[in-house]
């Protein structure tokens, strides 16, 4: 049984790593966030010691490093905002922990050297929540597109619109400095699930950018991708709309429809469960889809948020 803490636990992802952690046979030990809304710890681990100040939690955790090791912490989950991802991973590193880290794990492509150098430094281990590798859906595609070795390229178009409420722009995640942006926060997973699928970057171009919504094109060793990505609801297709959902994913291949909208409950605990038999995804794993989402972020391309969406109209 392992000893974890986890940073960020009133955000939205932190149930899932509560129960990944309870799944696996393991115990929360302490839990951070600055918010006390954190009533869902009770359904999991009702003894684990909370802290809204991080010096306290900081505190807390060295004393266990300090304690006999069998009350050290082992791991230490991090659902934290973005922007705070690398530094709450050098926490982990610097109490003898190592870390699992929810996407992105970093903002800008040199974060992953300093965490790559702090890791050989003191031998601690991030470990990446890269989930859609682990679909069952999506594992079958790259089956089939290893196998095939076509000499042309799949045309793929890529859909992801999750609508959320005015707080979302008045929150942290509406701070580009702090979440990324929406390509960042909502799609980093994507393009690191293309790349793994699809082979090396190409290409990367960025057509709409804007506060809610963003759209480009990326090419790889073996697709073309046409991608949108909004929080807007007006987004949404009719159908979607008239059946009262607020989320919507297509990912076309060639014209055809590849369903991978089930099957995400328990990715969280199949990552746990790799993590826990040393098959994590380490810390070069997301090289290339932060490189992605840092030119996407920092192109040219910045539409004002009044200007028509010829993509998501076009492809909706």
């Known amino acids: 049984m392992k000893n974890f803490a986890l940073v960020g636990a009133a955000g939205y992802i932190a149930p899932r790593h509560m129960n990944a952690i309870k799944t696996t046979g393991n115990v929360l030990v302490a839990a951070l966030d600055k918010s006390d809304s954190v009533g869902v710890i009770d359904s999991y681990f009702p003894e684990a010691r909370f802290f809204t100040e991080f ?21 230490v989950a991090i659902c934290s ?51 859609l590798r682990l679909h069952p859906s999506l594992i079958k595609l790259k089956a089939r597109v290893d196998q095939e070795k076509r000499d042309h390229k799949y045309e793929l178009d890529l859909t992801y619109i999750t609508s959320r409420g005015k707080w979302y722009l008045s929150s942290w995640k509406g701070d580009e400095t702090k979440s990324g942006g929406i390509a960042t926060n909502i799609g980093v997973h994507f393009f690191d699930m293309l790349y793994w699928i699809f082979g090396s970057l190409q290409r990367n171009e960025s057509h709409i950018s804007t506060p809610s919504k963003a759209s480009g094109y990326l090419e790889f060793e073996n697709a073309r991708v046409r991608w949108f990505l909004s929080i807007d609801e007006a987004d949404l297709p009719d159908k979607v709309k008239e059946a009262g959902q607020r989320t919507y994913r297509s ?10 909208s089930d099957g995400f409950t328990e990715l969280h605990n199949d990552s746990y469960r790799k993590i826990l038999a040393g098959e994590g995804f380490g810390v070069n794993e997301c090289r290339t889809a932060i490189q992605i989402v840092h030119d996407i972020r920092n192109s040219r391309c910045r539409t004002s948020p009044l200007d028509p969406h010829p993509f998501a109209k076009a492809k909706l």
């Open 55 to 75: 010096e306290r939690f900081d505190r807390y955790v060295d004393k266990l490093r300090r304690a006999q090791a069998a009350q050290a912490i082992d791991y």
């Open 81 to 131: 905002p973005n922007y705070l991802h690398d530094a709450h991973v050098r926490f982990a590193f610097r109490s003898g922990a190592d870390a699992i880290c929810e996407k992105p794990l970093v903002l800008n492509p040199w974060n992953i050297d300093g965490l790559a150098e702090i890791e050989e430094a003191t031998g601690r281990r991030v470990n990446n929540i890269l989930q």
């Open 251 to 260: 990912l076309s291949l060639d014209g055809e429809e590849i369903e991978f």
